[in-house]
């Protein structure tokens, strides 16, 4: 199953640029054939956002009404995102208020139905970013009628809950969330408390903050994963007799496999009593790399909350991954997640779209970058450099994505051949011609395989692939390679400020043998040049020399293009009759090389051109001998023995 795009143009300014600033709330309303989309399967629902091109790119799939304690659709996952909370604990990723603000609108934008704002009682600014949110945020209602509810961590004391409700209860849906450890490590190492005293202070917590007026009260055993299961039955059904809506059961120090932390849930589920009338929730950590698959394994078994963060950051090795639940779900949940309660059809209403512009302000803001092979965000989820797979894309790019980029936001065009494609060293000759007729150049198969050549060279040694800008820099670089005469085998250069600089080339001739010369000069492109003039033979004037960088970075592609005149009565003289001045004037000659090495870049141009000059002067000959023959009148193959034509010197 493959995720399709919304609205290609619509999104390419909606998810990339206003989803970074507060605008205007869009609802379903909007949205032709609405009522379709409200009855319609996810499936159907992808098809109608396909077919329709003017679909907003604010549409998201209606929700259930939200009541804390129940879901009125059995198969709707309710996403929790705590990136402030949790999130923010990264070391380092410290956020300012603004920033928080800024998160936290797009946060809403995507769809999450509750936002962990932040924890309170840690310091005053943490109170004012909560409240903040909690007011504006909290408040700023969608068409649709969505608001995602404004929740405050607290441990279980008065003081702790009586700060967060004080924080969130300007939100039109305010949510206290307390918790307290229940592994008998955590009691007997941290707390230093017995199990009646845990489960006299969890009740007390919850109670405490009803009475102050909060009505949605989420309650973590902490470090569940690695409590007592049946210590778990006793204090989670005494939270709820003192009104807790939301269990959420975290893997804190994500120890559980899936299977385990699956059969978990739902053993709690068959046996706290209550449990029929209130929420489970799922809160993953990822020390074994596992929290996405622990998260799902939860919903599988009856958890119809999630709890995750953008980009999966959070304390040690970071949560759940907001971008990996809810696109697990829209790809598989309506045929994997049987046997739970409800149909099995698991779903969602987070509009995808707003993933990437989310993830990217998160990574922004935090300064934690994402590695490149994150799945659905990282720089290359979405890119191809094998040319087994390059070929695929082309063809058909369901052949190696499952879902498009644009489906979570990211917009990617016609750039990389509009399938991702990243020109390296092991793409293949499809994907660079492909490109190189996207971008206008119809090469013949004999030009092409001399591109594709020279193409595998740099691409060996230039790190990232290369970009639009090196290939058209390929392409005139091997624009005199057709009949070749010499060409550069091997090149070493000594330079520095004291010594003189000194240059090796190896070149092979036309007669196929390889000839080598040392040459010193005043810089290491001069020695090249004159080491390359002796074992050419030739006696030419450098005109003019001139580099520059094809792109940016340590890594950059070089262009050098020379301009050189033979010298005036030498071996190679070009003389040629000016058809405006009457006057005989030189001939000149340019050449283009590249290279992720200046001195190869600046050697390449200098033989490119040199050849230039030696072909030219290869056709005037056979011209000459040619005309000769006209002239005088020969039978059959005789010629003229007397005089001289032209004479080329190659050694």
Request: hydrophobic letters at 35%.
């Amino acid at each position: 199953m493959r995720i399709t795009a919304v609205s290609l143009l619509a999104l390419t300014y909606s998810a990339q640029t206003a989803a970074f600033t507060p605008s205007r709330h869009v609802s379903a309303a909007k949205v032709p054939n609405r009522a379709s989309c409200i009855n319609s399967s996810p499936n159907k629902l992808r098809t109608i956002l396909h077919q329709s091109t003017h679909t907003d790119p604010a549409i998201r799939r209606p929700r259930p009404e939200y009541i804390p304690n129940h879901i009125p659709d059995p198969d709707y996952v309710r996403i929790f995102d705590t990136t402030l909370r949790d999130g923010e604990q990264s070391p380092g990723a410290t956020l300012t208020s603004e920033e928080k603000l800024e998160i936290a609108r797009n946060l809403a934008k995507l769809g999450v139905d509750i936002i962990e704002a932040g924890f309170p009682i840690a310091s005053p600014d943490d109170f004012n970013a909560v409240k903040q949110i909690a007011d504006v945020v909290g408040n700023e209602v969608f068409e649709d009628g969505y608001v995602p509810v404004i929740a405050g961590l607290s441990r279980a004391n008065e003081k702790d809950i009586a700060r967060a409700w004080d924080a969130v209860k300007g939100a039109k849906r305010p949510r206290v969330h307390t918790f307290i450890a229940t592994s008998d490590i955590h009691m007997k190492s941290k707390l230093n408390k017995t199990p009646e005293e845990v489960v006299e202070i969890a009740v007390n917590a919850v109670k405490y903050a009803k009475s102050l007026g909060c009505n949605d009260i989420e309650f973590s055993p902490e470090d569940a994963g690695r409590s007592n299961p049946e210590f778990l039955y006793t204090v989670l059904a005494e939270v709820i007799k003192a009104g807790a809506t939301t269990l959420n059961i975290p893997d804190t120090t994500g120890w559980n496999m899936p299977w385990e932390f699956g059969e978990l849930i739902k053993m709690l589920k068959e046996n706290v009593e209550g449990g029929d009338n209130v929420i489970f929730s799922t809160h993953c950590q990822n020390d074994l790399g596992l929290a996405t698959a622990n998260s799902l394994a939860g919903a599988l078994n009856g958890a119809r909350q999630l709890e995750c963060t953008i980009n999966g950051i959070g304390e040690r090795a970071g949560n759940a991954s907001l971008e990996e639940v809810v696109m697990s779900l829209a790809l598989k949940g309506n045929e994997q997640f049987k046997g739970g309660p409800g149909s099995g059809k698991l779903y969602t209403a987070i509009n995808p779209v707003y993933i990437m512009p989310t993830s990217k302000m998160v990574s922004e803001y935090t300064g934690m970058k994402c590695q490149p092979h994150k799945a659905i965000v990282g720089a290359n989820a979405f890119q191809h450099e094998s040319g087994i797979h390059q070929d695929g894309m082309i063809k058909d790019k369901s052949t190696y994505e499952i879902m498009t980029p644009e489906s979570i936001g990211l917009m990617r065009g016609e750039s990389q051949s509009g399938a991702g494609i990243v020109l390296g060293k092991h793409s293949g000759r499809n994907a660079v011609g492909t490109r190189l007729r996207e971008l206008g150049y119809d090469l013949d198969l004999d030009r092409l395989n001399a591109v594709f050549t020279r193409f595998k060279e740099v691409a060996e040694k230039k790190k990232g692939g290369l970009d639009d800008d090196d290939l058209e820099s390929l392409v005139a670089d091997m624009s005199g390679s057709n009949n070749v005469l010499w060409k550069v085998t091997g090149l070493q250069v000594a330079t520095g400020m004291s010594g003189i600089p000194t240059a090796t080339v190896k070149m092979m001739g036309p007669d196929g043998v390889e000839r080598f010369i040392s040459a010193t000069g005043t810089g290491p492109v001069d020695a090249v040049y004159k080491a390359i003039d002796q074992i050419m033979g030739v006696s030419v004037i450098l005109e003019t020399y001139s580099m520059n960088s094809v792109n940016e970075g340590i890594e950059a592609l070089a262009s050098t293009r020379v301009v050189i005149v033979p010298k005036e009565d030498g071996p190679n003289s070009t003389y040629k009759l000016d058809a405006q001045s009457g006057q005989l004037k030189e001939r000149k000659f340019t050449g283009s090389g590249s290279d992720t090495d200046i001195i190869t870049s600046s050697a390449r141009a200098y033989v490119t051109a040199l050849n230039k000059l030696l072909q030219w002067q290869m056709r005037r000959i056979e011209f000459s001998i040619e005309k000769t023959n006209e002239d005088s009148g020969g039978i059959g193959n005789a010629v003229p023995v007397a005089g001289e034509g032209p004479s080329v010197v190659m050694n």
